[in-house]
Structure formats: structure tokens, C-alpha cells
């Protein structure tokens, strides 16, 4: 079974340009979950995919970034326009239940 | 909202040496997850341990659910276990709540 594949895997843009990042997950999986860890701080949620539905997306930081999953496939997380504090590691994850696997990570790099 | 604290938040061993790492959590919890971000910055599950003892080759996790706490051990270290651990729990939704994390450094 493959799993869930993220990239690019790092991208270094500079202040003011977009980045869009993407996540396939598993095949099958209905969830699909983004997460982020900045500054070395925690890993912390960003928002919840039921198939193509939005399911909670509290934990996005501002208007600035955006989500979308087409047709419940993969997913697309886009910053514009990015900020130095954006600077970290995206991950996305999938799950049928409470047990989630994680992609590898996007590394994003404002300057 | 819960609180999810681990101990101790750095941690320098030799190659070959034991260690347990804590993860504590303020309110009951539907499910709890180990990972390991290695320096390359992935996030590799390691346990999926509500309750009970798992093992796994040089790891081993226990979780008692109703003291609040789960336990990682880590035996015979070897430097690819560089990195750092987090716990995350399942709190009345299904999206995780990560710990703030545990450093941990293997020297040869």
C-alpha cells in the first residue's frame, strides 16, 4: 500500500510570493488532515477533510491560506502571500479511523 | 482545552543507553499516538496505544488511560534515534493534539 506522499518535499520562496503544497493520501481514506510545525513549536492542527468537505478548519491562521480537495483525492494547501512566519514543516495525513499516517513533510522556507 | 506536556523536553544520551521519555495528558482521551521526527523532518508513526503495552523491536510503549499518562522506552540507543518525539491525543474530535515534544540527542 503506498502512502501518503507530500511535495515538494522543500521550497524556498521569498516574502511575498505563493507556494502551493500538495498531499495525496492513501487510496480509500475519506479523512485527510493538515498539520503544521513552525519555529520549532508544536506540531498543530490545521484542517480536516471529509472527502471534498471542509470538515473543521479552525486551526488555519488567517485568510492567507487556502485548502482545497478535488474530488476527494488529493489536496492542495496554498499560502498568498507568504510571510517569514510561515517558515516550517507542512505535513498531511489520512485515516479511515482514529489511527492517521503522515506523509514526509513539506519543508517551507520564507525569505 | 486538554494539555498534553511531555518530560523531559531535552535529552542527550550515549550510543547504547536506555531511556523513557512521558507523556502526560490533563482529560480523559479517546486514543493516543507516538511519533518520531527524525532530523530530515518526517514524522514516523511509532504507536497507536490507547491503553495497555506494545512493543516493537527496541521500542516499547505503555499507556494507563486512567492515571493520564503514557511511557516511551527507548533501549539500546543507537544514533539514528536522533530526533524528536511527540505524543499526540485523540480529544473529543479526530483531529490530534501533539505534545510539546522531547529532544532527543545520540551520541556515538
Known amino acids: 500500500e503506498a502512502g501518503v506522499t507530500q511535495f515538494p518535499s522543500h521550497s524556498v520562496i521569498e516574502k511575498g510570493q505563493t507556494v502551493t503544497l500538495r498531499c495525496d493520501p492513501i487510496s480509500g481514506h475519506d479523512n485527510l488532515y493538515w498539520y503544521r510545525r513552525v519555529m520549532g513549536k508544536e506540531i498543530k492542527f490545521l484542517l480536516h477533510f471529509v472527502k471534498e468537505s471542509k470538515q473543521d478548519e479552525s486551526g488555519m491562521p488567517n485568510n492567507r491560506f487556502l485548502a482545497e480537495r478535488t474530488g476527494g483525492t488529493y489536496s492542495t494547501l496554498k499560502v498568498q502571500p507568504a510571510e517569514l512566519e510561515d517558515s516550517g514543516v507542512y505535513f498531511c495525513?489520512?485515516?479511515?479511523?482514529?489511527?492517521?499516517?503522515f506523509g514526509s513533510g513539506t519543508r517551507l522556507t520564507v525569505v | 482545552g486538554i494539555q498534553v506536556e511531555q518530560s523531559p523536553p531535552d535529552l542527550i544520551l550515549q550510543e547504547g543507553a536506555n531511556s523513557t521519555l512521558r507523556c502526560n495528558f490533563s482529560d480523559s482521551v479517546n486514543n493516543l499516538q507516538w511519533f518520531h521526527q527524525n532530523p530530515w523532518g518526517q514524522l514516523i508513526n511509532l504507536f497507536y496505544i490507547p491503553s495497555g503495552t506494545k512493543q516493537n523491536g527496541r521500542l516499547s510503549a505503555t499507556t494507563v488511560a486512567t492515571e493520564r499518562y503514557s511511557l516511551l522506552y527507548i533501549s539500546s540507543s543507537q544514533t539514528t534515534d536522533s530526533g524528536v518525539y511527540f505524543c499526540?491525543?485523540?480529544?473529543?474530535?479526530?483531529?490530534?493534539?501533539f505534545g510539546t515534544g522531547t529532544r532527543l540527542q545520540v551520541f556515538p
Open positions: 495525513a489520512s485515516g479511515q479511523t482514529y489511527g492517521y499516517t
Open positions: 499526540a491525543v485523540f480529544y473529543n474530535t479526530d483531529k490530534l493534539i
